[in-house]
């Protein structure tokens, strides 16, 4: 797993943005459950195999010791790139959506 480029960067927080409000800090500092948490855990994207993941700081220093190619997943996959550079948000990225959105939706 390596860090988001700028690019990528900047193309995941635009669309992330659109359905959790203006402030990143929500989503990179919220624990990913509901509840409040005395302690919350700091968040970041990792990108492998075309797919972006949404992996607390802790399990991302703990994974270091295992090389990509033994490396499935770790993490929420929320973010797909295709082939021609667009991407999609996944099914679970809900979850993410869900603590942080700004307005709420019925999905059936």
């Known amino acids: 797993m390596r860090p ?3 690019a990528e960067t900047t193309v995941v927080f635009e669309k992330l943005l659109k ?3 203006n402030n990143p800090k929500n989503i990179v500092e919220s624990p ?3 509840g409040p948490d005395p302690n919350p855990d700091r968040y ?4 492998q195999k075309n797919r972006v ?4 700081e802790a399990l991302v220093k703990r994974a ?4 990509r190619k033994n490396l499935v997943a770790m993490g929420t996959c929320v973010v797909r790139f295709t ?3 667009k991407f999609h948000l996944t099914v679970q990225c809900l979850g993410l959506l869900a603590v942080n959105a700004k ?4 999905l059936k």
């Not at 270091?64 to 090389?67: E, L, R, V």
Request: proline share 0%; net charge negative; charged share 20%.
């Open 4 to 6: 988001l480029d700028e």
């Open 103 to 106: 307005h709420k939706v019925w």
């Open 32 to 34: 990913a459950h509901e």
């Open 19 to 21: 359905f959790t409000g």
């Open 44 to 47: 970041c994207f990792r990108l």
């Open 83 to 85: 082939h021609g550079g």
């Open 64 to 67: 270091t010791n295992i090389s």
């Open 53 to 56: 993941y949404y992996v607390s």
